[in-house]
């Protein structure tokens, strides 16, 4: 069982930067991915950015490229997202999220557990 808790949310203008912090208890294996994930009013849930806990490999969603930077402390256990020029359609509640995955790493449905979300607004 992994129990997973983000923090570091906030309101920022456009072109400002937030990090977000995701603290995880439990194990998470070396064969887990961890990701960040974000939901707007009314869309879907969709995948921002993902780390291979094992091997530190990342993936990120095209409109995160360049924007934004996953990382994790595996020593404290804590993933961080860095996001940087941040943007109106950034907004969103983001949500870490972690599991055993196959397949498309940045789709929300192949992840297990979940934390409860921050929230990110991005003002124009």
């Known amino acids: 069982q992994v129990q997973l808790v983000e923090s570091g949310g906030g309101s920022v203008q456009a072109g400002g930067s937030l990090r977000l912090s995701c603290a995880a208890s439990g194990s998470t294996a070396s064969s887990y991915f961890m990701g960040w994930f974000r939901q707007a009013p009314g869309k879907a849930r969709e995948g921002v950015a993902t780390?291979?806990?094992?091997?530190?490999?990342?993936y990120y969603t095209d409109s995160a490229e360049g924007r934004f930077t996953i990382s994790r402390d595996n020593a404290e256990n804590v993933m961080y997202l860095q996001m940087n020029s941040l943007k109106p359609e950034d907004t969103a509640m983001y949500h870490c999220?972690?599991?055993?995955?196959?397949?498309?790493?940045?789709?929300?449905?192949?992840?297990?557990?979940w934390g409860q979300g921050t929230q990110v607004t991005v003002s124009s």
């Open positions: 999220a972690a599991g055993r995955v196959s397949g498309y790493v940045l789709n929300p449905s192949r992840y297990t557990y």
């Open positions: 780390i291979y806990v094992g091997g530190g490999n990342t």
